[in-house]
């Protein structure tokens, strides 16, 4: 059996993209929520997860002009650095349309 390790995560950039020139290596904060109704509760619960990215190459030039709060798919895989933290190190990166720019 071969091993699989791929992720797709949407979400929002949360924090100023911190861009490494020498490395050529970018490191963003992304926002993914969760939305689910509990059966003990009538409302809807909202939970939000903070994944950090990482962007080796041409890749990570471009997300390093990005803004807070600017929308983000995201597809990679899992990693973990030497503390045993997860991060994901991205492999494509789109970019949701902001209102008003572009398009009709």
Do not use: W
């Not at 949407?10 to 970018?26: A, D, F, L, R, S």
């Not at 619960?45 to 709060?69: C, D, P, Q, R």
């Amino acid at each position: 059996m071969n091993n699989l390790n791929s992720t797709l995560l949407e979400g929002v950039i949360v924090e100023k993209p911190e861009y490494n020139e020498g490395e050529k290596q970018c490191t963003i904060k992304m926002q993914s929520n969760r939305f689910y109704k509990e059966k003990a509760n009538s409302g809807i619960m909202k939970k939000e997860n903070i994944f950090t990215v990482i962007v080796t190459g041409k890749i990570a030039e471009v997300l390093s002009t990005k803004k807070k709060g600017t929308g983000v798919r995201v597809i990679g895989r899992l990693d973990t650095t030497q503390n045993n933290a997860v991060i994901i190190v991205a492999e494509h990166i789109e970019y949701k349309l902001e209102l008003g720019k572009g398009g009709s």
